[in-house]
Nanobody, 125 residues
């Protein structure tokens, strides 16, 4: 059974940091592009950071560029998102996702085949 499990969310003050982790199991994700999405109430789900299969290429949404860092450890089957200088507008449910057998990053939500259950990130003023 394929599973993606996020952890590391929580409540943090503006300017603070959090690190999200996504543990994967059930298949080899080493050849999949992966991404971190977020969805705030009343808004569409958006890709905030993506990474190709090897980690050599990354993508960041303009709103998080310079503050968030995506990385992956294929040996441990874990995806990370380091979030620094958090802002109230970063408040959302964060999801990790895998794009099966696509080695390059895509920003299209529908291209991703596997999803975690999400973890809440709340940034207070």
């Amino acid at each position: 059974q394929v599973q993606l499990a996020e952890s590391g969310g929580g409540l943090v003050q503006a300017g603070g940091s959090l690190r999200l982790s996504c543990a994967t199991s059930g298949r080899t994700f080493g050849y999949d592009a992966m991404g971190w999405f977020r969805q705030a109430p009343g808004k569409e789900r958006e890709l905030v950071a993506g990474i190709n299969w090897s980690g050599s290429s990354t993508y960041y949404a303009v709103s998080v560029k310079g503050r968030f860092t995506i990385s992956r450890d294929n040996a441990k089957n874990i995806l990370y998102l380091q979030m620094n200088s958090l802002k109230p507008e970063d408040t959302a449910v964060y999801y990790c996702a895998a794009d099966k057998d696509r080695m390059v990053i895509t920003t299209t939500v529908g291209d991703y085949d596997y999803w975690g259950q999400g973890t809440q990130v709340t940034v207070s003023t």
